[in-house]
T-cell receptor, first 110, second 112 residues
């Protein structure tokens, strides 16, 4: 099993739609979880951390399910500008080292 | 001034050349990283430096040689690369594991 797995997509959704991505991880000792956004030919940028209690930032909601070892990202009211690749990142459990998924590509259309 | 600065942005080099990538962080972070990103593959961790000490080397070929002279600077020295080394090389820094990384804009490397 890969350390971190994501559905590569692409997810094609119309503007205004709600879309959700999941990311599974294999290391039960992992403590820190993140979602990054990467635009084409740019560096990844931190979108949000994922806390045990779940967290929300505007239209974005991140959740952690430790029992099933996955994190999720929900985007409500999708905008054209949300089109990007969304990477999940999980720490190794013992050090400041993040393992990234391959990313899920989102394309929001008119 | 951005938090993590990488130079050059683009680099084309022959297989016999020697070049260096530079990374500088202005965030007061104490860990720095080199990642490689190839098409259709996840980010691959190459090296980790914590407080200027290399703490991880992920079986990276010796044609890649990192250097961390202080907590703000990180270099990746390249020599006798192969065409399959062409990729986006990303530098990142972090304060600690709970805060995630800040990435530089990357160096797009092409080996010809």
């Amino acid at each position: 099993r890969k350390e971190v797995e994501q559905d590569p997509g692409p997810f094609n959704v119309p503007e205004g739609a709600t879309v959700a991505f999941n990311c599974t991880y294999s290391n039960s000792a992992s403590q820190s979880f993140f979602w990054y956004r990467q635009d084409c030919r740019k560096e990844p940028k931190l979108l949000m951390s994922v806390y045990s209690s779940g967290n929300e930032d505007g239209r974005f909601t991140a959740q952690l399910n430790r029992a099933s070892q996955y994190i999720s990202l929900l985007i409500r009211d999708s905008k054209l500008s949300d089109s990007a690749t969304y990477l999940c990142a999980v720490d190794s459990g013992t050090a400041s080292k993040l393992t990234f998924g391959t990313g899920t590509r989102l394309q929001v259309t008119l | 001034e951005t938090g993590v600065t990488q130079t050059p942005r683009h680099l084309v080099m022959g297989m016999t050349n020697k070049k260096s990538l530079k990374c500088e962080q202005h965030l007061g972070h104490n860990a720095m990283y080199w990642y490689k990103q190839s098409a259709k593959k996840p980010l691959e961790l190459m090296f980790v430096y914590s407080l200027e000490e290399r703490v991880e080397n992920n079986s990276v070929p010796s044609r890649f040689s990192p250097e961390c002279p202080n907590s703000s600077h990180l270099f990746l020295h390249l020599h006798t690369l192969q065409p399959e080394d062409s990729a986006l090389y990303l530098c990142a820094s972090s304060r600690d594991r709970t805060y995630g990384y800040t990435f530089g804009s990357g160096t797009r490397l092409t080996v010809v």
